[in-house]
């Protein structure tokens, strides 16, 4: 089965981590990921900004290197993603920021991305969001 996965809370969130658990056992059972999405609050498990206190689990940190192994399609929406200040270096040069927060393996992209995943995989399974 082919999976596409949107996660809609942020990595310190129990969803998030969710999420991440149930992508890695879709993978481990054989199914395959057409596309992570992350929206609204979603985006922020995509900045490198993000620091786990020390006594948590790196939830941001685990999807990047989930990410990285897997070499999946991993999509950030760019409009959710501006508004809090999770910038690539295409974005940050545009709008004149000094930082850049939004490293390899994430892709800026729009709602559409997450529409298209949506048909080209058997399910759609989001987590997080009200």
Known sequence: MKFAIAVFSPAHAPSSRRALRFAEAALAGGHE???LFFYQDGVH???ANVVAPQDEVD???QWRAFIDTHQLDAVVCIAAAL???VLDETEAH????PAVNLPAPWELSG????HEAAQ?????VCFGGD
């Open 33 to 35: 990921i057409a596309r």
């Open 45 to 47: 498990s995509a900045s």
């Open 59 to 61: 939830v941001a940190a």
């Open 83 to 85: 508004r809090r200040g």
């Open 94 to 97: 545009r709008y004149q920021r």
């Open 111 to 114: 709602l559409g991305q997450l």
């Open 120 to 124: 080209l995989a058997d399910r759609l």
